[in-house]
């Protein structure tokens, strides 16, 4: 049986320790591993992050090939993951926020199939996976929350697949769109404002389109007034048209560009 991870008392400090992160403190706890948990539980998973880590933007967290030893709950800031094939050709296989858990897809065979790059300055929560394997082994509802990530990250690969295969470029773009508005509602953001943190480019990447598309059909929403977009920062004034468009809608008006 695993020994139980004490909590350490407030008064006992290390000199040069890393600066720790307080799950209890942090305003996306509810989205993270600590959802559902008691304070003590908190405080018990507190004590095994190992630091809080800086990564600038265009930085790399880990690359492809890298030993996988820690999971990082994203505690601001974007980053994007990234995979690249024997021609040098990226697909991106997703982007995150605060409150989501990266490497989770190299636990299976212990290393790292993507690059985890920052979009912009980042902060994230460094957990070590052994111990929180031996956490969660204590901790009833840690494991369950632990479970409901993985399962909210296969559903998001789920989506991508759909978006690839069977949606329109109108479509594809639509849905994302609506997506990252629910994810920024979800941590009490606004849901019809907001910034693309990401590229064209990035954008083309993880719906399978090309730079060429994504500013065509971004150009129509805007003639539509489904969306106000200046730059990168981007105003939805007709979340029904959007909604409608999502669902195989307004093929005519909209003909894909893939």
């Avoid at 998001?156 to 639509?174: C, D, G, N």
């Amino acid at each position: 049986m695993s020994p139980v991870i004490p909590i350490t008392p407030a008064n006992a400090t290390k000199s040069c320790a890393p600066v720790a992160a307080k799950c209890s403190l942090c305003s996306f706890n509810r989205l993270c591993l600590p959802q559902g948990l008691a304070e003590d539980d908190i405080a018990r998973l507190d004590q095994i992050i190992a630091r809080r880590r800086r990564v600038s933007r265009d930085e790399t967290l880990y690359q492809t090939g890298d030993g996988f030893h820690s999971l990082y709950a994203v505690r601001f800031g974007h980053f994007k993951t990234v995979q690249v094939n024997q021609r040098g050709e990226q697909t991106i296989g997703g982007f995150h926020m605060a409150g989501d858990l990266l490497g989770m897809e190299a636990i299976g065979n212990g290393q790292h199939s993507c690059n985890a790059v920052a979009l912009e300055d980042s902060e994230v929560c460094e957990i070590p996976f052994s111990r929180l394997q031996e956490l969660v082994m204590q901790i009833p509802g840690l494991l369950q929350q632990f479970h409901r990530t993985m399962s909210r990250e296969i559903q998001r690969e789920q989506s991508v697949m759909l978006f690839l295969s069977h949606m329109r470029a109108e479509q594809r773009l639509a849905m994302f769109l609506l997506n990252l508005a629910g994810r920024y509602a979800q941590r009490g953001y606004s849901s019809t404002s907001f910034q693309l943190r990401m590229s064209r480019e990035d954008i083309g990447g993880y719906l399978g389109l090309t730079v060429e598309s994504v500013s065509r059909q971004l150009a129509r929403l805007r003639q539509d007034g489904s969306i106000v977009l200046n730059n990168r920062d981007l105003r939805i004034i007709d979340r029904n048209k959007l909604e409608v468009m999502s669902s195989g809608g307004m093929a005519q008006e909209f003909a894909a560009v893939a």
